[in-house]
C-alpha cells in the first residue's frame, strides 16, 4: 500500500459511515503511528460519535488509538446533523441487526486502552499541547470545529504539526444545499478560521471526491474475495447509505468521501495539486458554508484538483486483504 511513512497522525471525525472506513482504512496502513482518534460534532451527536469510535476500534481489532472527546457544537452556528444519511446511530443503524440465533450482530463495548478526555472545549488542543510528539498530520474528516479551536489555544505550533488533511469545501454544487458542503456548513466559521490561519493546509474539495464510486457490487465482491469481519461491517453499515444514494442519484452504491482524505494523507502522490485561497460564507444565511477557491500563486492551501482513481481503489482492495490475513 502507498502511504506517507513519516510522522504521525490524528484523525478527527464525526462518526458516520463513511467515516468508519476511513478510519479503517487507516488502521490497515498506518495502525502504528496513528497517535489519537478525534471527536467532534457533525454526522450525529457527540456522544454517538464517541460510541461509534469505539465500535469500529472493536471491529478492527487490536490495540485501539486514544479518543479525545472533542466539541459537541459549532463556534458560532446551530447543530446539524446527517442522520437521513448515516442512519440514527451514524453507523446505518447497524445496532439494531440480528445474527442467525437472534442475538444483536454488534454490541457497544468499551474498547482498552481507551482514554476519553473530559473537557469538551480544549481536548485536542489539549493533547497537543501535552504530547511529545512532533510533526503530525491531522486528518479532519468532519467539521473544522476541533482546529479552530486549537488555533485560538496556539496548540497548532509549527513544530507539533506538519500538516492539516481537510475533506471538504466545494469549488461548484454542495452536497448539503446547492450551495455548500456538509463539514464546512455545519460549521462555516471554524472553516473560515482555519482556511485563513496559514496552518500547512491540503483541501479534497468535493468534486473530487465524487469522481470516486465505490458499487454495492464492489463491496460485495471485496467482501467475498478477502472475507472478513471488517468486510462484513462495512456492507452492513453501508446499507443505508447505499440505499440513499440509490434513492437520490440513480446509482446504487457510495462516494468513499473520508476515506479519500486518508490516502490524501498516506499517498500524496495519488493527488495533483494547485495553490488557491478559499473563503467562507457565514452572513448569508442562504449560501451558508460556500466556499470560494481562489486558485492563486501566492495561495496558502494546496487544493486536490485530481485523483489517480486506479491507486485509490487499489489502496482499499488492499485494506480488504489486510483484514481478510488478520481476521481474529
Not at 472506513?21 to 467532534?40: E, F
Not at 440514527?88 to 463495548?109: A, C, F, H, S, T
Amino acid at each position: 500500500m502507498d502511504r506517507e511513512d513519516s510522522g504521525w497522525f490524528i484523525i478527527d471525525t464525526d462518526g458516520g459511515v463513511d467515516d468508519a472506513m476511513a478510519i479503517l482504512l487507516a488502521m490497515s496502513a498506518i495502525r502504528d503511528r496513528i497517535v489519537a482518534l478525534s471527536a467532534v460534532h457533525g454526522n450525529v451527536n457527540l456522544e454517538q460519535v464517541l460510541s461509534n469510535l469505539r465500535l469500529t476500534c472493536r471491529i478492527a481489532g487490536g490495540l485501539a488509538p486514544p479518543i479525545l472527546r472533542g466539541t459537541d457544537r459549532p463556534l458560532l452556528a446551530s447543530v446539524q446533523t446527517a442522520t437521513v444519511i448515516h442512519g440514527e446511530d451514524g453507523l446505518g443503524n447497524i445496532r439494531g441487526l440480528l445474527d442467525d440465533q437472534g442475538q444483536r450482530r454488534y454490541i457497544d463495548e468499551e474498547v482498552e486502552p481507551t482514554e476519553i478526555r473530559s473537557n469538551p472545549e480544549s481536548s485536542l488542543s489539549q493533547y497537543l499541547i501535552e504530547s511529545d510528539q512532533a510533526k503530525m498530520t491531522i486528518i479532519c474528516i468532519g467539521p473544522l470545529t476541533n482546529i479552530a479551536i486549537a488555533l485560538e489555544n496556539d496548540s497548532l505550533s509549527p513544530e507539533k504539526i506538519r500538516q492539516i488533511v481537510f475533506l471538504g469545501g466545494a469549488e461548484a454544487k454542495g452536497n448539503i444545499t446547492p450551495h455548500a458542503e456538509f463539514n464546512v456548513f455545519c460549521d462555516p466559521d471554524a472553516a473560515r478560521r482555519v482556511f485563513s490561519s496559514g496552518c500547512p493546509l491540503r483541501v479534497i474539495p468535493l468534486h473530487i471526491c465524487e469522481q470516486v464510486f465505490l458499487s454495492e457490487a464492489s463491496l460485495v465482491g471485496m467482501g467475498k474475495q478477502y472475507p472478513s469481519r471488517v468486510a462484513t461491517f462495512l456492507l452492513d453499515s453501508h446499507a443505508p447509505y447505499i440505499r440513499f444514494y440509490q434513492e437520490n442519484r440513480g446509482m446504487r452504491g457510495s462516494v468513499p468521501h473520508d476515506s479519500i482524505a486518508v490516502a490524501a494523507a498516506l499517498a500524496p502522490e495519488m493527488f495533483d495539486y494547485r495553490r488557491a485561497v478559499i473563503d467562507v460564507e457565514t452572513v448569508d444565511k442562504d449560501k451558508r458554508g460556500m466556499t470560494s477557491i481562489n486558485y492563486c500563486e501566492n495561495g496558502t492551501i494546496d487544493v486536490a484538483t485530481s485523483i489517480n482513481i486506479p491507486r485509490f481503489e487499489a489502496m482499499i482492495r488492499d485494506m480488504y486483504a489486510f483484514y481478510c490475513l488478520n481476521d481474529d
